[in-house]
Nanobody, 132 residues
């Protein structure tokens, strides 16, 4: 079965760090764009799922929104078919369920206004809770 599996979530104090991992199972996503999204239940429609990092596994291009730039780092280990999200200086506002998603381009991480529904593969999500 082709699927993405996330791991590494948990509870951390504000200012701490977590590293999330995304493994592709049953397929290789060598040239895919892979992104991390987060979702906070109950958020207003259209803003439920926010992209926090994107990486093109083909050329290494990355993209981040201002809300996490300088704190989150996405990386890829092509040999292991894995993508990681290093999250530093975590804030309570980072509390959410984090999802890994992948798409065979287009779009890719250089595409403007890419949307969550353009990504074809999704993991089951992993909870990240940041306490104040």
């Amino acid at each position: 079965e082709e699927q993405l599996v996330e791991s590494g979530g948990g509870l951390v104090q504000a200012g701490g760090s977590l590293r999330l991992a995304c493994a592709a199972s049953g397929f290789r996503f060598d040239d895919y764009a892979v992104a991390w999204f987060r979702q906070v239940p109950g958020k207003e429609p259209g803003k439920e799922r926010e992209e926090v990092a994107c990486i093109n596994r083909s050329d290494g291009v990355t993209d981040y929104p201002d809300s996490v730039k300088g704190r989150f780092t996405i990386s890829s280990d092509n040999a292991k078919n894995m993508v990681y999200l290093q999250m530093d200086s975590l804030e309570p506002e980072d509390t959410a369920v984090y999802y890994c998603a992948a798409v065979d381009p287009p779009p890719d991480c250089k595409s403007l206004n890419r949307k969550a529904d353009e990504f074809d593969w999704w993991g089951q999500g992993t909870q990240v809770t940041v306490s104040s």
